[in-house]
């Protein structure tokens, strides 16, 4: 069964996986996250590029695995060139939408938010030089936020009033936001909510679904997936038996038992 592995440091892939689908519905998915390194954002670079090739290198040689998706802004600014040299099938990253936010920004004045180390990365800082040459970008790194987008998944209201904190420097400055982490979309009705309506805020879900179709198409290799409740399968590093909220909202998207990855 040829499957799409889609990774990611915690729930946060799961909105890069909702995109997924909803362009290929059939598509079976393998989601594994690394729960045991939890936040990446807060990782040491060598750190985070080893866990990632070990743990995604360990699946593909368990499963058929036809393409991966790193559905982590905060690995992709750092993994996809080591990770292509050690893999030969497409290796999609995600990037910050930057480029659509400076078309779209009327004042040339964007927001980035993202993980501290997203925002710290040569990566973001060449993507805003090339692509938002003419654009004020005002960016935060928010470890709290990513933590809020998991705590969500598990049934826990948002507080609105952190939110509306760590947002501050973008308000009545900014009339573009990118999210450049996968936990953000997650949050995006209370973001939205707390920006305003002059504030437009954009994600790169869709364009990643629309790459990996492509990327498929080409190879001929979008397969069936097993029909029914449960059908796709999820990995995580560290065991979340004990997490039942996480375990039935899995269950929700479409996920069978949540399983330990691969010995990597
Ligand atoms: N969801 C990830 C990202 O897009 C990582 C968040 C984290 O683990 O810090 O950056």
Not at 50 to 77: F, K, P, Q, Y
Not at 110 to 129: C, E, S
Not at 254 to 263: L, M, T, V
Request: charged fraction near 20%.
């Amino acid at each position: 069964m040829n499957s799409v592995l889609i990774f990611d440091s915690g729930v946060g892939g799961l909105s890069v996986f909702q995109e997924v689908t909803k362009l290929m519905p059939e598509q079976h998915i393998i989601y594994a996250f690394d729960n045991a390194a939890f936040p990446y954002g807060e990782l040491p670079d060598d750190v985070l590029v080893n866990r990632v090739c070990g743990m995604v290198a360990a699946i593909c040689a368990e499963h058929d695995i036809s393409l991966v998706v790193i559905a982590c802004n905060t690995a992709s600014t750092i993994v996809l060139t080591p990770l292509r040299e050690q893999l030969s099938i497409p290796i999609v990253g995600v990037v910050p939408a930057i480029k659509p936010a400076a078309a779209k920004s009327n004042k040339k004045k964007i927001g980035l938010l993202a993980t501290p180390a997203t925002v710290k990365r040569d990566y973001t800082q060449q993507l805003v030089k090339d692509f938002a040459p003419d654009c004020e970008v005002t960016m935060i790194g928010s470890t709290e936020l990513v933590q809020m987008g998991e705590a969500k998944l598990r049934g826990v209201a948002v507080n609105n009033a952190v939110l509306e904190n760590v947002l501050s420097p973008f308000m009545g400055h900014v009339d573009c936001v990118v999210l450049g982490c996968t936990h953000f979309p997650l949050l995006k009705p209370e973001i939205e909510a707390a920006l305003g309506s002059e504030c437009l805020v954009v994600d790169s879900g869709e364009a990643i679904a629309n790459r990996v179709a492509c990327l498929l198409n080409e190879k001929g290799d979008q397969k069936a997936s097993s029909k029914g409740k449960n059908k796709h399968w999820v990995f995580s590093s560290a065991s979340v038996k004990d997490e039942i909220a996480l375990n039935q909202e899995m269950a929700k998207f479409g996920f069978s038992e949540i399983k330990r990855a691969p010995i990597f």
